[in-house]
């Protein structure tokens, strides 16, 4: 039922910027947090960023602070992942994330499909 789609990925040079988008289907105001992941690869699945819905408290990377920053829009049903001072390591398919609560106190995990970020040197 619940739909994650990634947009804005793409070819940049360093020092560049880009933004990515993950639309949920319906509401986002049941979603506990709202979270990026990237993966290369070669590497395993690595946390980005996370903001909490209810909270508005953010959480990041140490290798992305001060560069990128995850925000949310009610209205639209997305939450962005400004990506700014992009570094060629920044190279990754980027995965939107957030959790749902459900019955039996669980929390259901939901992921976009992934979009590609390439950042030339």
């Known amino acids: 039922q619940v739909q994650l789609v990634e947009s804005g990925g793409g070819l940049v040079q360093a020092g560049g910027s880009l933004r990515l988008s993950c639309s949920i289907s319906?509401?986002?105001?049941?979603?506990?947090?709202f979270e990026w992941y990237r993966q290369a690869p070669e590497k395993q699945r690595e946390f980005v960023a996370a903001l909490n819905n209810a909270a508005g408290t953010t959480n990041y990377t140490d290798t992305v602070k001060g560069r990128f920053t995850i925000s949310k829009d009610n209205s639209r049903s997305s939450f962005d992942l400004h990506m700014n001072n992009l570094k060629p390591e920044d190279k990754a398919v980027y995965y939107c994330?957030?959790?749902?609560?459900?019955?039996?106190?669980?929390?259901?995990?939901?992921w976009g499909q992934g979009t590609q970020v390439t950042v030339s040197s």
């Open positions: 319906g509401s986002i105001f049941r979603f506990v947090t």
């Open positions: 994330h957030t959790q749902e609560p459900g019955s039996w106190n669980m929390l259901y995990d939901y």
